[in-house]
T-cell receptor, first 117, second 109 residues
């Protein structure tokens, strides 16, 4: 149980375009999902916390107008990178909490590698 | 405030044992997690400790001392595939994970 999927796994886009990444909890309901970014050989960095039915909470330094988060249902959160630039190239990972057995554990999706050319 | 410290990098030999330490300072305590992250992949859950003592799970064991704010992950019979980063994390009062920077473990033949 507690499987999280992420789509797409890899995406290459041109500078100035927008990219949407989906995160789904497959076998549990997740009222809270998290979006992380990780640059090569760097630590996991929390970008935002996504709550179902409400606005996401962004970490300091993360532009909410650039990284749009929508958590429309208990099993789906999306991250849209708007007007992407090469510096946005990174590994984006989502995670979700299973509130039924919640002790804080996060289940991670496999990640999306974004390359902006 | 809340803070988690773990070594940046460690090196060990295949077949040996390695202990990765984690110290934490939190306003409350709701358990401690260890995750493994291979390069280019997402983290995967390894262990959860909420009571003092050692939890053994195959080649991996995790220890917790709440009074000392200290945990370690013990890896036995090291294999090359154990080369990865190991992340220590503790939930805050809202059960949102506070992450350590991770310890990169390098296994040499």
């Amino acid at each position: 149980g507690a499987v999280v999927s992420q789509h797409p796994s890899r995406v290459i886009c041109k500078s100035g375009t927008s990219v949407k990444i989906e995160c789904r909890s497959l076998d549990f309901q997740a009222t809270t999902m998290f979006w992380y970014r990780q640059f090569p050989k760097k630590s996991l960095m929390l970008m935002a916390t996504s709550n179902e039915g409400s606005k996401a909470t962004y970490e300091q330094g993360v532009e909410k107008d650039k990284f749009l988060i929508n958590h429309a249902s208990l099993t789906l959160s999306t991250l849209t990178v708007t007007s992407a630039h090469p510096e946005d190239s990174s590994f984006y990972i989502c995670s979700a909490r299973d509130l039924q057995w919640d002790r804080g554990e996060q289940y991670f999706g496999p990640g999306t590698r974004l390359t902006v050319t | 405030g809340q803070n988690i410290d773990q070594p940046t990098e460690m090196t060990a030999t295949e077949g040996a044992i390695v202990q990765i330490n984690c110290t934490y300072q939190t306003s409350g305590f709701n358990g401690l997690f260890w995750y493994q992250q291979h390069a280019g992949e997402a983290p995967t859950f390894l262990s959860y400790n909420v009571l003092d003592g050692l939890e053994e799970k195959g080649r991996f064991s995790s220890f917790l001392s709440r009074s000392k704010g200290y945990s370690y992950l013990l890896l036995k019979e090291l294999q090359m595939k154990d080369s990865a980063s190991y992340l220590c994390a503790v939930p805050d009062s809202n059960y949102q994970l506070i992450w350590g920077a991770g310890t990169k473990l390098i296994i040499k033949p």
